[in-house]
């Protein structure tokens, strides 16, 4: 894949980027503008931070202008678009696995991973996935830790699932933010599991499956209010939300009493047993048992009827509405291009989606096997949400992972706005260009030196593997630092760096001045003495790690 050139043949607003970009160099002038002391880390200089974060919120400088068809893709993949399909259908993947895997056809790839995401067993029920409140000690306090440190546990196992499950958990963690719930509402780590547990059975299943399901969640009951949903006093909440975020869209072929007719079909699931906790039952004297209307279709309906109902007449509804999300979340945020080219690949999907009878696997298979997906300019137009920021790095350096690095990761997401298992509200976080505003910016960067830097003090020989792995077996101890430089740049910035002045910067950081510049090879200096060589210069590690420091802080990095 040519690396793509900012300009307006390929989408890109050339005012936009300069903006974007702009807002960045007084802190990108020198490799590290965070100090990591024991207090933590502050700016080294940061006048009128204020002002210079405004831009920020510009990040989302391209408009949709891909062309190409939902054709299958056909030419074997190369490195970049490897990258770009792990980057989209995952959390990136190492050198390693990248290079493993070009070559492949699309076909061979998605199949795998796609195979591989079917057959992935859910996390295992940890021992209090049957607990109610009457398990938990009677101090308050006591109870509330030990909450807290379930809840850890299974945040921490579903992130190390980020990790290594590749589509399975990268779709999971998609619906956690489409059939959304937060875990500070309902409080039960049981609760909480039963939930995870039906976002990964039926992540690439089918979706009138999972919209049945979902809903007798104890998670969902509770957040949405089917737990207190009574005939005699039905509550609206759920049913609203089952239309209006879950299938149809907003005002989307239903009206205001196709939702209190659901809501009436949709009671009796109140039964709450004596102890808090408890897993909600169905209640026959809290059903309306009385004739309902639903979408034009009249009978005594009830839970099961209205899913029934709901795929039988607004087929194309669903089809179109959930086909958008995924087209925006794995393709390109801007569905509404000026040409409707992204409608016509959405129309595509919807049609497989109902042909398939709303079995997901093989819209997201048609999706990732297309020309439209590998094309030039669906590559590095995504924002990276906090999560996206660490685990693709960690991923894709290829670095030793701890337990503390992850948690360190989650506990950045969450300062910086997406905390696992608690998005903001019921329509969930809204990605893009909101986790590029003035209050994360700064953030985004200091948290990812910090992340940086603890890798480097756990090892810096693993910075020189990581540059070795990149230049590749043939380039492994070459002399020659622009080569080191531009492997790292292709490997960790979709699109490269805007300009050559860039790429000089990279350099400049990495050529340290400990390293004299004649050290280097002929092929890259006049008169080069190639003493400087990347398998065994004691420098090199450093060089990685300032480098890895500067490309954090730019714009590009903030792209998948």
Not at 197 to 207: D, E, H, V, W
Not at 233 to 246: D, G, T, V
Not at 505 to 517: H, R, T
């Amino acid at each position: 894949m040519k690396k793509v050139q900012f300009n307006e043949k390929n989408c890109y607003s050339p005012q936009k980027h300069s903006d974007a970009h702009n807002f960045a160099a007084p802190f990108i002038e020198k490799p590290t503008v965070g100090i990591l002391s024991s207090y933590g880390w502050r700016l080294k200089e940061a006048p009128n931070t204020k002002n210079l974060l405004k831009p920020a919120m510009s990040m989302e400088y391209f408009v949709n202008c891909n062309t190409a068809p939902l054709a299958p893709y056909s030419a074997p993949l190369d490195r970049l678009r490897v990258q770009h399909l792990y980057r989209r259908a995952g959390f990136g993947a190492s050198v390693q696995t990248v290079e493993q895997a070009s070559g492949q056809t699309a076909d061979q790839l998605v199949d795998s991973l796609i195979d591989r995401a079917l057959n992935l067993p859910p996390i295992p029920a940890p021992d209090w996935a049957t607990w109610n409140r009457d398990n938990y000690p009677s101090d308050g306090d006591l109870a509330r830790g030990v909450i807290r440190t379930q809840i850890d546990v299974l945040g921490l196992d579903y992130t190390r699932g980020l990790m290594t499950n590749n589509l399975r958990d990268r779709l999971s963690f998609f619906w956690s933010n489409h059939f959304v719930t937060e875990i500070d509402v309902y409080e039960s780590p049981a609760f909480l599991y039963e939930y995870v547990n039906c976002l990964q059975r039926n992540a690439l299943g089918n979706f009138k499956t999972f919209v049945s399901e979902i809903g007798l969640t104890n998670a969902m009951l509770y957040y949405l209010d089917g737990a207190f949903n009574n005939g005699r006093n039905p509550n609206e909440n759920y049913a609203r939300e089952l239309y209006e975020l879950f299938t149809l869209g907003e005002g989307n072929g239903y009206t205001e009493e196709d939702v209190i007719e659901t809501a009436k079909a949709l009671s009796g699931y109140t039964e709450r047993g004596e102890v808090r906790w408890t897993p909600v039952t169905f209640d026959v004297t809290a059903f309306d048992a009385g004739p309902k209307t639903i979408l034009g279709q009249t009978g005594n309906w009830g839970y099961a009827d209205v899913i029934d109902i709901l795929f039988q007449e607004r087929p194309q509804e669903i089809a179109r509405f959930i086909c958008q999300k995924l087209y925006e979340f794995f393709v390109h945020p801007d569905s509404n291009d000026s040409a409707g080219n992204a409608q016509t690949i959405i129309a595509g999907m919807a049609g497989t989606f109902i042909s398939n009878n709303f079995e997901l696997a093989p819209v997201l298979s048609e999706l990732f096997k297309s020309q439209h997906f590998f094309d030039d300019n669906a590559v590095g137009v995504i924002i990276k949400s906090p999560f996206d920021l660490y685990l693709n790095f960690i991923n894709e350096s290829g670095f030793t992972c701890t337990d503390s690095n992850l948690s360190f990761a989650r506990e950045s997401s969450r300062l910086l706005g997406q905390e696992l298992f608690d998005p903001i509200d019921v329509a969930g976080w809204q990605r893009n260009r909101s986790w590029i505003n003035t209050n994360f910016m700064i953030g985004r960067w200091l948290t990812s030196e910090v992340l940086i830097q603890g890798f480097f003090q756990e090892n810096p020989e693993q910075f020189r593997a990581l540059a070795m792995q990149a230049v590749g077996a043939a380039n492994s101890n070459t002399s020659n630092p622009e080569t080191v430089v531009r492997a790292l740049v292709d490997k960790f910035l979709p699109k490269g760096l805007l300009t050559p002045q860039e790429f000089e910067n990279a350099m400049s950081v990495f050529k340290i001045e400990d390293v004299p510049e004649n050290y280097y090879g002929p092929d890259y200096v006049d008169g080069g003495l190639s003493l400087w060589m990347l398998a065994v210069s004691m420098e090199a590690p450093q060089q990685v790690f300032l480098l890895m420091m500067h490309l954090s802080r730019q714009p590009e990095f903030q792209l998948k």
